[in-house]
């Protein structure tokens, strides 16, 4: 199981940015990141198989 940290280091890791904050959904998390442009953006990490996808 991914913890809120590994889920924020992998989302920041994947897309860069900064991460505003990490929310614990039923399939794991939804983390708030806001780019080095300033465009703010969510990242869903799956907490099973630790799968990153941008939204």
Excluded: I
């Excluded at 913890?3 to 897309?15: G, I, P, V």
């Excluded at 708030?32 to 703010?40: A, I, M, N, T, Y």
């Amino acid at each position: 199981m991914t913890s809120s940290q590994q889920a924020a280091s992998l989302a920041q890791s994947r897309f860069g940015g900064k991460v505003l904050r990490v929310q614990s959904t039923s399939s794991g998390y939804r983390v708030k990141l806001l780019s080095s442009d300033g465009v703010v953006f969510y990242a869903n990490v799956n907490a099973q198989s630790g799968s990153v996808s941008r939204n």
